[in-house]
T-cell receptor, first 113, second 113 residues
Framework: AQSVAQPEDQVNVAEGNPLTVKCTYS??????LFWYVQYPNRGLQFLLK??????LVKGSYGFEAEFNKSQTSFHLKKPSALVSDSALYFC???????????FGTGTRLKVLA | DVKVTQSSRYLVKRTGEKVFLECVQD?????MFWYRQDPGLGLRLIYF???????EKGDIPEGYSVSREKKERFSLILESASTNQTSMYLC????????????FGSGTQLSVL
């Protein structure tokens, strides 16, 4: 079965420290990979996507993600966390040639002042 | 900026009622989606539409139907609401091309009593 895994329900990090939110996927073909963020009482907002090319993708709010084909991972990273980064983060895969997105279960990021 | 508007932020309904959730997008997007979001389960696709009057079932269509009579509007219908349909419902849209990101509404928190 095709799936996206976010192994951590919650990640805590101190403000100013680097953060990583993990995502691995198991799909056939070459998927398109996305990260979305959800702030309280809001819908999801697009952060970044990987289609092809450079394995390091830069996105909104200083976030970046590293695509690793051999490990089928797409981890979200930020060099220096802000308290305002505290939110729910979703990794998603778009199966190529379809409109079907598969979402992970989400990781709650808590940045502590 | 693309705006996806969901008609209600909070909704409380009784078991057995017919429920309509409305979604409107203002960017002439081809594709529209309905997801439900439940803690620990991530986002699950209920239905999507790739054109006016065209629809396809997602992963969990049972108990739901949809209507897309105009390009900008996509309605989700719960024919006879049940308590297990208590959830956050998210509408999204995207342009017609491949690898496109989703634009989400703010969500409707539905409680079925």
């Amino acid at each position: 079965a095709q799936s996206v895994a976010q192994p951590e329900d919650q990640v805590n990090v101190a403000e100013g420290n680097p953060l990583t939110v993990k995502c691995t996927y198991s799909v056939s073909g070459n998927p398109y990979l996305f990260w979305y963020v959800q702030y309280p009482n809001r819908g999801l907002q697009f952060l970044l996507k990987y289609i092809t090319g450079d394995n390091l993708v830069k996105g909104s709010y200083g976030f970046e993600a590293e695509f690793n084909k051999s490990q089928t991972s797409f981890h979200l990273k930020k060099p220096s966390a802000l308290v305002s980064d505290s939110a729910l983060y979703f990794c998603a895969v778009l199966l190529s040639g379809t409109y079907k997105y598969i979402f992970g279960t989400g990781t709650r990021l808590k940045v502590l002042a | 900026d693309v705006k996806v508007t969901q008609s209600s932020r909070y909704l409380v309904k009784r078991t057995g009622e017919k429920v309509f959730l409305e979604c409107v997008q203002d960017m002439d997007h081809e594709n529209m989606f309905w997801y439900r979001q439940d803690p620990g389960l991530g986002l699950r696709l209920i239905y999507f539409s790739y054109d006016v009057k065209m629809k396809e079932k997602g992963d969990i269509p049972e108990g739901y139907s949809v209507s897309r009579e105009k390009k900008e509007r996509f309605s989700l219908i719960l024919e006879s609401a049940s308590t297990n349909q208590t959830s956050m419902y998210l509408c999204a849209s995207s342009p017609g091309g491949e690898s496109e990101k989703l634009f989400f509404g703010s969500g409707t928190q539905l409680s079925v009593l």
